[in-house]
C-alpha cells in the first residue's frame, strides 16, 4: 500500500471557489486526492478551514466534472456536446479568433470573468496577447464590486487599505507592534459567511476575543449584529448619508485626529462644509436610523484608538458607490487610522509582485505605459467614463453587453467566458446577457462544471483545473506564495495553462520567454527575488521591515511614493479629502447621498405598488455565489432557494414559514421558499443570489430552473452614475411579494 | 482513563459549518449522517434580535477516536473557523469553562 503524501498549498478559487489566501494540506494517497485539512502552521488560516474547502474531495471527483475539451454539436442549449482532443480545441479559438481580429479588430472579443479569483491574471494575460482591451466582468452591474472601493481610496489616498489583523507580519496579532482595533465597524458584511476581498472573515471573532468592540451597519441582524455595542440597521442604499452624517458628528464635535489633518490631508474645510449639508435630522429620515444612534457609533468610532472598519460590496453596489466609499475612506483618513497597527493599514501586494493586476501602476509594469494607452482607445467605456479611463483596465460590463446587441461603435462577435457562471450567477437582468451571448459567433467556456451558461451558450468547453491540479501564484496581499499541482483529474488544465498556450499562439513572442506556466510564475516572481521552487510547499514569504510592502506608517518613512518622499502617492502627496482626480474625471469632487435608482422618494409610485426592498447576495457559509449546489455535503446544510422576511410583513402577506412565495417587479418574477425570520427590517426582503438547480433537466428551456429562481432577473443594469463604477443595483430593487396562487407553477 | 468530552463556546459560534463538513470528511459519511450538527437558535428577545447558534454532536460522534489515537485534536475542533471548541478532560474542560460564559460541555455515549 502506498502512503499518503501531504503537498502544502494555497486555496485560491476552484474548490472552495473563494477569494483564497489559506493554508493547506493536501493529503494523497494512490495520486488521488483523498483529505483536506488546514495548515497549522500558516498565518493566515492557523489549521481553520472553512466548509467549502473540508469538501474539496467532493468537488474534485464530482461526477459531473467537466474532464476533457468538448465542442457543441447540437443547437445551442440542447446539450450535446463531442469529446476532442486540446489540440483540436485550442486549433479551434485560434482559428475562430483570428478570424474575427482580420474581419472586425482584436476589440471584437470579450474576455469575460467573474468575481477576483486566480483568473485575473491569467484572462488579462490572453486578452493583451490576443490583443483585446476588453477584459471585463461581464454581467457585473455597473461593476460594483470591490474596484469602485478602490478606486475611491487610490485617488484618496494612493493606496489600498485594510482592517489590520495582523495579516502583514509572520506573528500575526502576536507581534509586538501589533495591537487589536479598539473599535471595528462592520460595514455592509457579514465576514463569518466567507473570506471576502482576500481577508479571512473570522480574523474580526479574533479580534473580539482580543477585546474590540463592534459597530454593525447592515440592513439585515447578523451574528456580529448582535454582539455590537452599536448595530444600525440602514435603509438599503443609504450608505452614503450615514457616512456623511458620521463625519459630521466627528467634525462638528472636534473628534477627529486635528495633528494628522494638520499635516497630511488636503480638503479638510470643503469636506466640512460638504459633511454639514448632513445633519442628524436629515441623515435620520434617510436612512431610517434614529438619530442618536448614528452619533453613538460615529462617537464610538472616532474616540476609540485604534479604530478599523471592515467593509462589504454592498458599498460599491449603492448608488454611485465610489462616492460612498471615498466617504468611508475618510472616516479612517481624518481620525487617523490609517496604517497604524490595528486600524487602517494599507495594503499592497507583497513584494510588489502582481498576480491580479490591481492597479493602473500594476498594469503598466507588466505590460509598460504605452500599451495600456493603446487598449484604452477601444476599451469599452474609456470614452464616456473618465475615471474608468484613469483606472485599472476593466471594460465597462454594462456598457459591454449594451454593445453585444447593438454592435455600436463597434460589433462584438465572441466572448471567452473563463470561471463565470454568470446566468446562474451575476449578470443582472437575467435575459439581457442571456439574449447578448446569444448574439454571438463563437462563445468558449472555461469551467468545472456543467451550469447554466455552459448550457445556454457555450460552443466550444475547456475543462478547469481545480485548486488541487494547479501550480499558480498570490500576492493578495501578504504573504507571498504559491500553489502546487497536488493531483490530475481527467484532462483539466489550469487557466494559466490554458491561457500560455493560447496567448502563445496569438503571439508568438512569448515562446521566446515563457516555455512553461512555471516560467512565467518564475518570471512574475522576480521582484521578490523568490523562484516558484523556493516558495512551494508551504514556504510563503513575508516582506522584510521597514520596505514599501510592509506596515506601518509607511507615510512617515517615505515608503509609499515614488520619489521616495514622505507622504502618500497622490498627486498632491497628501490624502485628498477634496479629490483633485474626481475633479478632473468631472465627478464630484467631495462625497455626496444620491438616492437608489428605485426608492420610496425617489420612485414613490412605484414604491406603492412594489413596496419591499430586495436586497440580494447575502453569502451562505456553505457556497461561493453561483457554485457548490451539486456538492452533497454542501447542499444539505442550505437546501433551498430562501426569501428572508419578517414575520410582521409575512403575517400582512398571509405567508407562512416553508412556503413557496413569489417575488416580482415589472421585470418579472421568480418564485422561493419563504424564510420567515427577524433578521431582516420588515420593509427589506433579503434573496440569496446565485440559485440555479444542478439536479433539474439543464437543456433548454429549463436551464436548471435559472428563470424561476433567479433573483437578478428582478435587477437592472447600471451603471448608476457618471464615473462608470458603482450603483449596480442589487441591494435596492423594489418587489413586491405575494402568496403563490392555487395551480400557479 | 479519565473521561473525555468536547466544550463548545457558543457565543463565538459564528454557525460557519466547518465542524459539520469535518466530521463528515474525517468518518467518510455521506450527505444524510450527521456527526455534529449546527442548530441555528436565532430570537426576537428584548426588543433585539440575538443571532445565536448551537452546535449539537450527534450519537455518531465519537470524539474522533481514530485522531485523538495518534495525538490530533479532533477533526471539528481543528478546523472550527471560530476557534469556539476544544476537547480534552472533562474537569479540565469544566475549569475553562468558568472563563468561557455562553459555553456547554458535551459528553458521548
Ligand atoms: S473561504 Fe476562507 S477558509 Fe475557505 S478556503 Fe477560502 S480563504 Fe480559506
Ligand atoms: S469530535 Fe469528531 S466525531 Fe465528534 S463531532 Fe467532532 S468531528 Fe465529529
Ligand atoms: S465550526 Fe465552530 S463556529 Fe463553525 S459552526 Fe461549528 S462550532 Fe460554530
Redesign the pocket.
Known sequence: MNEVTIFRTTAWSPGPGCHGGCGLELYVKDGRLVKVEGDDEHPYNRGRLCPRALALTQYVYHPDRFLYPMKRVGERGEGKFERISWDQALDMVEERFSKIKDTYGAEAVIFAQGTGRDIGGPISFLCYSFGSPNWVQLGLAGHSCYTPRLAAMMFTHGDYAVLDAGQFVPEGMDDPEYEPPEVIVVWAQNPAAGCQDGFYGHWVSDCMKKGSKLVVIDPRWTWFSSRAEKFLQLRPGTDAALALGMLNVIISEGLYDKDFVDTWCLGFEELAARAAEYPLERVSQITWVPAEDIAEAARLYAKAKPAAIQWGVPIDMGPSGTTIAQAIAHLWSITGNLDVPGGQVIARAAFDVTTYPFSTQELHSLYGEEFVKRMNEKRIGAAEFKLLKNFRGWGQPDRAVEQMLSGDPYPIKACWIQTTNMLGGQAADTKMHYQALLNMDFNVVVDCFPNPTTMAVADLILPAASIAEKESLRSWWSPLQVMMSAVTVGECRSDWEINLELAKRFNPELRKRFDTVKDLIDDRLKPSGYTFDELKDGHWKFPEKDTPTRPYRRYEKGLLRPDKKPGFRTPSGKIELYSTSFEEFDMDPLPFFTEPPESEVRTPQLAEKYPLVMVTGRRSPVYFHSEHRQIPWLRECDPDPTVEIHPQTAQELGISEGEWVVIHNERGRIKRKARVTPIVHPRVVSVPHGWWLPETQGTEPNLYGIWDINCNILVNIGPGDDSGYGGGPYKTALVAVKKLSQGEE | MAKKGLL?HYE?????????VACKQEHDYPAGRWGIM?NDCTRETEGRVQVD?L?FPTDLCDLCARRTHQGKRPA?VK????E??FYGELHDLAKKMETMPRSVLFVPK
Open positions: 463548545i463565538y459560534c459564528t454557525g460557519c459549518m466547518a465542524c459539520v449546527v447558534f452546535p471539528c478546523h472550527c473557523m471560530a469556539c471548541m
